[in-house]
């Protein structure tokens, strides 16, 4: 199996507040992470795509110094939305693939986080 | 910039009968396709995929078709249950991952 593990999967906090988000492949290492984010009835929009140990690479529009990406091994990635704001609330999921990110080699999700921003 | 779409947002199928969920693409690039399905509230899950070397890959009721001239791919499940109900996004991959807007397929028993 390829599970991912991604905790909390709901939270709801005030603005202003820093969110973090893990994501975890539980039983494979994950070269390669992704972070997405889905809006309602439409679908995933990659946000960036993290390699263990290395900067995450971060989409057009992805604000760098407002969603901060740790991978720090090859078993856990981190989100943290910073100063998050209403605009900010979404589904956020992330995957895991055991290659690199365009390898053809599918990528494994965890289950989303839905994060609601007073 | 959709390099990657669905053009039907839904699809109803009587269960037993054959889905067929359809995707189009831009990207002449592209090297891999991929579906996924996808629960309310929960990750996409992958359903099979296809090197862009082929036309055709099946598992098990899943077939996936791939015409490289039409830029287009199509998943087709047979027969369809009920539990296959859910939302189906296709993807593709290059030097760039795109996933579609997806199809939201009910199986009626």
């Known amino acids: 199996g390829a599970v991912v593990s991604q905790h909390p999967s709901w939270v709801i906090c005030k603005s202003g507040t820093s969110v973090k988000i893990e994501c975890r492949s539980l039983d494979f290492q994950a070269t390669t992470m992704f972070w997405y984010r889905q809006f309602p009835k439409q679908s995933l929009m990659l946000m960036a795509t993290?390699?263990?140990?290395?900067?995450?690479?971060?989409e057009q529009g992805v604000e760098k110094d407002k969603f901060l990406i740790n991978h720090a091994s090859l078993t856990l990635s981190t989100l943290t939305v910073t100063s998050a704001h209403p605009e900010d609330s979404s589904f956020y999921i992330c995957?895991?693939?055991?290659?690199?990110?365009?390898?053809?080699?599918?990528?494994?999700f965890g289950d989303g986080t839905r994060l609601s921003i007073l | 910039d959709q390099q990657v779409k669905q053009n039907s947002p839904s699809l109803s199928v009587q269960e037993g009968r054959i889905s067929i969920l359809n995707c189009d693409y831009t990207n002449s690039m592209f090297d891999y396709f991929l579906w996924y399905k996808k629960y309310p509230a929960e990750g996409p899950t992958f359903l099979i995929s296809i090197s862009s070397i082929k036309d055709k890959n099946e598992d098990g009721r899943f077939t996936v078709f791939l015409n490289k001239s039409a830029k287009h791919l199509s998943l087709h499940i047979v027969p369809s249950q009920p539990g296959d109900s859910a939302v189906y996004f296709c993807?593709?991959?290059?030097?760039?991952?795109?996933f579609g807007t997806g199809t939201s397929l009910t199986v009626i028993p």
């Open positions: 995957s895991a693939s055991r290659q690199g990110p365009y390898s053809g080699q599918p990528q494994h």
């Open positions: 993290s390699n263990e140990g290395s900067k995450a690479t971060y």
């Open positions: 993807a593709a991959t290059g030097n760039q991952f795109y």
